[in-house]
């Protein structure tokens, strides 16, 4: 049975246990937005035993309609909050949300391959 992950309609495949090589470049490196939705936010919340108030107010900021996660620098490099360097992992992945779980089958990616190939040791032709 392979470990590769495929998805209908993308070039490409992942190699989730890659994941331990790279050093959470998809959790680093430049600065975007990590969106989540009201669920989303609900959830980890629940996690970290906050209020959804008390979790909007430490971890979220507002991009035009939508809540995205904050980033801290790191060296020149942006990062997730919840990235944790020690374990090279997430410390909500239990309620991560839906951007991060569908990572690297992302539109954008469909055809920029060569990008993501870059960004993500994961990744294999298929």
């Not at 490409?12 to 990590?34: L, M, N, Q, V, W």
């Not at 939705?37 to 971890?59: C, P, Q, R, T």
């Not at 909050?81 to 992992?89: A, L």
Request: hydrophobic letters at 25%; one cysteine or more.
């Amino acid at each position: 049975m392979s470990d590769i992950t495929k998805k209908e309609g993308y070039p490409y495949g992942f190699k989730p246990s890659a994941c331990s090589t790279c050093a959470g470049r998809c959790c680093t490196g430049e600065s975007g937005y990590i969106y989540v939705s009201k669920n989303e936010i609900i959830s980890i919340a629940k996690l970290l035993n906050l209020s959804v108030n008390d979790f909007g107010v430490k971890y979220l900021f507002k991009k035009d309609y939508k809540y995205s996660i904050k980033e801290v620098q790191h060296e020149g490099s942006h990062e997730c909050v919840f990235y944790d360097r020690n374990t090279n992992g997430c410390k909500i992945y239990e309620s991560r949300p839906s951007q991060c779980i569908t990572f690297p089958f992302w539109d954008y990616y469909k055809t920029r391959v060569d990008e993501l190939k870059e960004e993500c040791p994961g990744i294999v032709d298929v």
